[in-house]
């Protein structure tokens, strides 16, 4: 029995989660990015599209082409907040969810959908409470695979829901222009459309004839897209539920290649708190701390550091995590950002060892930073923290400006 595999794509993310936070922006045509003529822009409102404005042109085409076009700097923190928000949503439905991106999941729904008799008003329900919970749109994919997902969410948008049947797939996506297709860089795009191949479905006649330049461009990834093109796929979803793990670890590929330290920052803020969520769960304390970062060439790099104490909270893994960094990181574009610990202890075996002044600090700060939390979560944007985490904030900037 296949699997029912479903890719969740937020609309105009950046972008909608400064609606969020200033609703006058609405409906106007609006950019996240840098100002002036270095500046390039991540992504844009609807309304900023009909002017031809996209993610990744340079800010002053856009405002060229757009000259009302509202330019809103990055606000990374709050993104990676609303991002959490709605991987949590998802997994509130199923526990089988990888995230593949700040904006984007996989997610098996083969159980939940099992006696559910009209998928597409069951996902209409989905985005209504999505939106009712936290104010996000989005396109959905459901497939068998999750390459068949991904091109189903990224058919229609926003607000889209597209069921890609393995019988009637090649009717909706073959007649699709070449740069729709997931996984075909820019790079090899140019190359394939100089042979004629115009639609996705000129592609999969090439590779039905065996074409040998076709071969040569795709190189290793021929095979990979010629089953993707015949309705199979990769279909497991990584998702953590490994009983009592050696060690923890979570990754975020980029949607795009960044060098951004306050983007790189809030990233690993996010996978600190996973990371930090997951060790809990697991009642364990953690001595080593692990930071891996993949560039464009994919060639990973990681680093670690093993403490004299073991850990479980999250302030300690971020502030080890941002001193990697600094210690490794030399501004190259980064792909994938990893955070992991690992040398476990278990919590029982170390509580004894605790004095009570140490028992007594912990309550106290985990207290205080449960509060803040608390009110961070009412405010539109994370604007209280504890003096001790400001006084953190500002060695580490210090730090790095003396670099
Ligand atoms: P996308 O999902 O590609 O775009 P989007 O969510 O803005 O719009 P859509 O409705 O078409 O899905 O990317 C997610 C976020 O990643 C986007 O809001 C901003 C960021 N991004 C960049 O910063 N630079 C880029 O080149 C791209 C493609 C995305
Ligand atoms: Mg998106």
Redesign the pocket.
Known sequence: MAKIIVHI??????VRCEEIKDPTLINKPVAVGHQGRAGIV??CSYAARKYGVR??MPMFQATTLCPDLIIKPADFDFYSLMSREFILYVKSYTKKVEVAS???CYADFSDVLKDVKNPIEFFKDFQKKLYDKTKLYCSIGISTNKFLAKMGSDYK??NGITILRKKDFRTIIYPLDLSSMYGIGRKTSPRLIDLGIQTIGDLANKIKNNDEDVRNILGKFYFTIEKWLNGEGDDEINFDEERNPKSIQTSTTL??DTNEYMEIRSVIKNLSKDVTYRLKKENKLAKTITLVIKDTDFISKSKSITLDKPISDEDTIFDVCLDLLDKFYDNRLIRLIGVGVSNFVDIKDVAVQMTFYDYEEGIKQSQTKLLINELNRHLSKPMLFRAIDAIKEKDNGHKRRNR
Do not use: A, H, Q, V
Request: hydrophobic share 25%.
């Open positions: 794509d937020l609309n105009y993310f950046f991540s992504t993610s990744g700040i904006d984007e948008k926003p949607k795009y």
